[in-house]
């Protein structure tokens, strides 16, 4: 199933204090590459096709800015216009061009709980895409916790597109594309940011990719393990300023004979918490990181 609206999830945009220091971790460690620089803001891409994957804008305090979904023309960037407040979303920025590295034509909007979102066409795509061992492709999924879930999951189907892959105890599944799941929506008592998760080629990319950041001094918070909804591999790790990464490979690819899941399809046996029971507890720092950063309030990108 494909959405009529958004064809996909491009790139999240944070601030953080220090953006010299963030795109080190990035580069040398996380090993994404730069793609563009403007006076305020760097732009980090994968070894896929997508311009950026991640921006770094400087900030007073750790926040996210925006999610950027691509969209398939200016068609459906025009419809979201329409479609967004509709759903009790607002329009930030009328469609028209985009003047930041990567250019194209987009919208700006929030969802009802606050969330700056953003869908763009026609983007600059980088000629030589590759799957590289060891390093990021693109992006899997972010993740973000809501205080009201389904009243968010009813925005992200109605005004977007999206629709629910799985529902768990505490998560709403949801995809645009073929993948499993591009947003997922925490149940919480904050909207804060979840967790950004970067696609690996393979498990051993997942697995190396852990061994890398353990050299560099960043403990694995969660895994490796195997998720339940989606199927894929994971290892979670804190990056600068306390955002929460994923490495991640193999994501479940679906259509729309694709079952939906309920609580009671995802039910691990006690002690267990991923499909090769071998993945201990997320961390206690893990869990506070995803209650630490909020949304930009106002439009800064």
Known sequence: MT???????????????????AEKFYTDTWLLTV???????????????????LSLTR??????LAVTLNSPSRKEVDALAQSVPAHGGSILRAPGAITEPGGGYGITFKDPQGRILRAVCEDARHADAAVVRERPERLAHVVMNSHDTPAAQAFYEKALGFKLSDRTRIMAFMRCNTDHHNIALADADNDCLNHIAFV??????????????????????WGPGRHGPGNNLFNYFLGPFDFAIEYTAEVSQVDDSYRTGMPDDWKWPPGRIDHWGISAMPSAELKAAQRKIGFAATLKI
């Open 200 to 221: 690996m080629p393979d498990l051993d990319s997942v697995m190396k990719g852990g061994g890398r950041m353990k050299d560099a001094g960043h403990a694995i918070q």
């Open 3 to 21: 959405s009529p609206l958004v064809s996909g999830l491009r790139s999240v945009e944070i601030g953080v204090p220090d953006v010299a220091a």
């Open 35 to 53: 793609a563009a620089r403007s006076a305020n803001t760097v732009y980090l891409r994968g070894t896929g096709a997508a311009h950026h994957l």
């Open 59 to 64: 900030t007073e305090q750790p926040e996210l």
